[in-house]
């Protein structure tokens, strides 16, 4: 079994919160659609890592973080599923990727 | 079995610069299929983080699931939708980089000061479940977890009809083979791309 004595809760959660930040950056700064969409999976990783640090490190008797983070995997597979539909089918309408093309609900 | 505390160090390090320096190649690279494969890598290597948190069901999780799953499809989207295409220049995109990266830099300063300053109530390494954490999860997951556990599973079913929907290609209106006309109740009728004209 390993002990966790070695790395301090804090390593993992300083991970986790630049792999969110650089995926909000990713997010905020892609102009293609599927970066987009890896950004989003970036993001939702980093609250996985965190969830799984808080589990093992602050309930590692019940681990209900690791419930948590199988029901966040589940979410994003049918979140990445219905995006990249959702994607296919604006590519079909406007025969581009380009978010800045995406305006339609722009008033 | 245990591994020794240099050892768990080391993977450890390894592991969070795949991480950081994978997502920054994600966000950066210009070609977008070697970030399909950064991505795949980054997914991998959170798989490793879970490991040395002893978590081993999540980890086989996350490689089915992300790497197997949402990593392929993604890599099937960017193989439909990959056309090489000159994107409009934008006037103001020096100030929206400027913008978008104070405020990320802000959360990330944020962030990092609540997980350094902040108290953490460790609790004792004496009762920790180790590698039993499967057996605990699935004690989980069919007793005080039940009703999420079975909403998951029509969630997921609504997501596959929806992309199907969603993603469904127009037919041909006649059968290849025989040339008789096809039945098109039940089918979207083929068109002309909408939009693509509107500025």
């Given at each position: 079994m390993i002990n966790l004595e070695s790395i301090p809760i804090q390593a993992f959660l300083i991970v986790s919160s630049v792999l969110f930040c650089i995926g909000i950056w990713g997010l905020l700064n892609s102009r293609n659609a599927v970066r987009v969409l890896m950004s989003i999976e970036l993001m939702l990783n980093a609250v996985n890592i965190n969830l799984m640090a808080f589990s093992s490190y602050i309930d590692n008797n019940l681990i209900q973080g690791q419930v948590f983070t199988i029901f966040v995997i589940t979410v994003a597979a049918a979140e990445a599923a219905v995006g990249l539909a959702i994607l296919l089918s604006l590519y079909r309408n406007r025969v581009t990727v380009d978010m800045e093309s995406f305006n339609l609900l722009k008033w | 079995m245990s591994i020794a505390i240099t050892t768990q160090f080391i993977c450890f390090t390894i592991l969070s610069l795949v991480i950081l320096i994978g997502a920054l190649g994600v966000v950066l690279l210009e070609s977008i299929v070697y970030s399909a494969f950064l991505l795949g890598g980054v997914f991998m290597s959170v798989a490793g983080l879970y490991l040395l948190l002893n978590a081993s069901f999540v980890a086989a999780a996350q490689v089915l699931v992300y790497v197997g799953a949402v990593n392929v499809l993604i890599i099937f989207a960017i193989m439909l939708v990959n056309k090489k295409e000159d994107l409009k220049p934008i006037n103001d995109i020096k100030s929206r980089r400027i913008i978008s990266t104070s405020i990320c830099l802000t959360l990330l300063s944020l962030l990092i000061r609540v997980d350094l300053t902040n108290v953490w109530s460790l609790s004792s390494p004496e009762n920790s479940i180790g590698e039993e954490s499967t057996i605990r999860i699935g004690e989980h997951l069919f007793s005080d977890y039940l009703l999420p556990f079975e909403v998951a599973s029509v969630l997921l079913l609504m997501a596959m009809i929806g992309a199907i929907v969603l993603a469904r290609r127009d037919v041909m209106s006649?059968?290849?083979?025989?040339g008789l006309p096809v039945n098109q109740e039940l089918i979207e009728k083929s068109s002309e791309p909408l939009l693509t004209n509107k500025n």
């Open positions: - | 006649k059968d290849i083979s025989t």
